[in-house]
């Protein structure tokens, strides 16, 4: 009987796994504190939330329009300096892979 558990149990896995990737389908954008959950910022930065980062980096983010504006490679040092990660593009990466996992159930 312990055979069918397992099979039930990994099915219901699997069947997660196909809504999760159901849903990441169907996202066209996703934000970006939308992605850096507080869970990841609060364990790879210095600060407990995205809100924080923005706040406390030294340059005036309103908008969307004021961060694009913000040179990269000063951004990527600031990262650097207060995050696990090298560059703002490694940080992006990861959260996004944690993203992905959580929707399909992993």
């Given at each position: ?18 809504e999760g990737a159901k849903e990441l389908e169907g996202e066209e954008q996703i934000s970006i504190p ?73």
């Open positions: 009987m312990s055979n069918t558990k397992g099979f039930d149990e990994l099915q219901n896995k699997l069947k997660k796994m196909v939308g992605l850096l959950t507080e869970d990841f910022v609060s364990e790879h930065a210095k600060f407990r939330d995205a809100q924080q980062i923005f706040d406390e980096s030294g340059f005036e983010i309103n908008n969307a329009e004021d961060f694009k504006a913000i040179p990269d490679d000063d951004w990527d040092k600031y990262i650097a300096q207060i995050s696990d990660f090298g560059s703002w593009s490694e940080m992006l990466k990861a959260t996004t892979a944690e993203h992905v996992k959580r929707k399909m159930g992993l």
